[in-house]
């Protein structure tokens, strides 16, 4: 399987494959039939003329790894720190969101939605096509993983991974404070579909948002719908 998920991903992005970038957050051993949680970020942050490891070459993961908790994400500190890992505000929520949704980080499926490596979103050129030409990377993992949940780390209205996947999906949200959410039927890569709720939380990195508090009042809406 990961032969033939790195081929796909060399034939779908050609040149780009060999940029600097990441796919996976997470060790292929989160790619499996979980039917639960599938976490998707924008696209790999840093600045790409230090961390220059390509898209392709970012897959040479062992199984038990997990970004969030083994790497330093610090901007203080220099590339491949092992003194804070972990501990970064943008690694700290998504681990926290994790266990709000009744999951282990580690345990988690999440990749980027945009394979290329950016500092930030604005120098990021072509985003709606480099998204399409890695959707179909995307369709395959939904396949294998089927998740219940996909959630969005970042809801804003253009530039994000909730606002692309409600594009490719022609889907209709609804608000619940900060938190943005939709139903889907998802197409996959073996011609199956699968219903999954999408969930946007506010990006976790930016310190003035609290998507952990947003995302528990959510659901606490939601049980209270259901319980109407």
Not at 25 to 52: A, K
Not at 174 to 190: Q, T
Request: a positive charge; one cysteine or more.
């Amino acid at each position: 399987m990961r032969d033939q998920i790195i081929s796909e991903v060399i034939h779908r992005l050609s040149n780009d494959a060999k940029k600097p970038g990441s796919v996976l957050y997470n060790g292929w051993n989160t790619l499996c039939p979980s039917h639960g949680l599938y976490i998707m970020g924008f696209n790999p942050g840093g600045d790409p003329d230090q961390i220059e490891i390509s898209v392709i070459k970012s897959f040479e993961l062992e199984d038990d790894y997990c970004s969030y908790e083994d790497e330093c994400w610090r901007k203080s500190c220099p590339h491949g720190c092992q003194k804070h890992r972990g501990q970064s505000v943008h690694q700290r929520r998504v681990k926290e969101l994790a266990q709000v949704l009744g999951y282990k980080i580690r345990e988690v499926f999440a990749a980027n939605a945009i394979f290329v490596r950016s500092k930030n979103q604005n120098d990021l050129d072509e985003r709606e096509r480099l998204f399409d030409k890695c959707w179909p990377i995307h369709q395959i993992f939904l396949s294998i993983v089927k998740p219940k949940i996909i959630l969005c780390l970042g809801n804003g209205e253009r530039s994000s991974a909730f606002a692309f996947l409600k594009e490719k999906l022609k889907a209709k949200e609804s608000h619940v404070g900060n938190v943005k959410a939709f139903l889907s039927e998802i197409p996959l890569a073996d011609g199956e579909t699968i219903r999954s709720r999408i969930i946007g939380v506010r990006h976790p990195s930016r310190p003035w948002f609290n998507p952990v508090r947003d995302l528990r009042l959510f659901l606490e809406m939601q049980d209270s719908s259901a319980g109407i």
